[in-house]
């Protein structure tokens, strides 16, 4: 284990057998790490961790600055702990779950508070992971790295998501203005022949059958 003291300097290290820890860091993009613990000497310490190893930190000693950071900074993922003096971890990953700019950012609790209920609380209020103190270096990075992959997966899937929302939409224009062209035509045809009973009759069929594909294309996408 790394045992933090007001004394420490120098470069963090791993768990004894790790010579090195390229392996768990993700490049070339980095991460933009919020850090949310009211205990200074480990808000320090995984500050400068993470600053050692390429990532940018933001950092919060209280609940309703960590709330506020993210709002306004929108971080890659969060290292929060659950005991702080204003309100709880619990509480600021709840409000953030509660926020369309935050929800998605994924919330990994650093907490002395161990016990199976209290990582079920957690992870019920919106949680990605749960680490207890004191940890290994190599655990935190490992999941770190976890948290940062399934972030980088979501955006690639929201930006894969728009395309295909504005191709479709496209499409539907396209398919829109063949249906319009088509009824205007029908409708030529009708005024034409329109003594030809049976003729007339099968256009106005067709004709409904085209403005039925009309008014579904213009359902899309359902309401929900």
């Known amino acids: 284990m790394y ?7 120098g470069r963090p290290v791993f768990s004894p057998g790790v010579s090195n820890w390229d392996n768990f860091v993700i490049k070339p993009d980095q991460a933009k790490v919020l850090i949310a613990d009211d205990d200074n000497d480990a808000r320090q310490f995984l500050i400068d961790f993470l600053t050692e190893i390429g990532h940018k930190t ?5 609940g309703k600055q960590a709330i506020e950071l993210a ?5 890659d993922v969060i290292l929060l702990d659950i005991m702080m003096p204003d309100i709880s971890g619990i509480e600021v990953c709840q409000a953030l779950k509660d ?3 935050t929800k998605d950012i994924p919330v990994i609790f650093v907490t002395a508070k161990v ?3 209290h990582q079920i609380v957690g992870l019920h209020a919106g949680a990605f992971d749960y680490i207890n103190k004191p940890y290994r270096i190599t655990e935190l990075a490992t999941r770190l790295n976890a948290a940062i992959r399934f972030k980088r997966l979501q955006n690639d899937l929201k930006q894969k998501e728009k395309k295909l929302e504005t191709l479709i939409e496209e499409l539907k224009d396209q398919v829109l203005r063949k249906v319009d062209l088509s009824l205007k035509l029908l409708q030529s045809i009708k005024l ?6 049976d003729f007339t009759t099968a256009l106005t069929q067709l004709q409904s059958s085209i403005e039925n594909i009309e008014a579904l294309i213009n359902s899309y996408p359902p309401s929900s």
């Open 58 to 62: 933001l950092n919060a000693s209280g």
């Open 115 to 117: 016990g199976l209920n």
């Open 3 to 9: 045992k933090l003291s007001k004394e420490r300097v």
């Open 99 to 101: 926020k369309e700019a």
């Open 192 to 197: 034409e022949n329109d003594s030809q009973t």
């Open 71 to 75: 709002t306004t900074e929108i971080p």
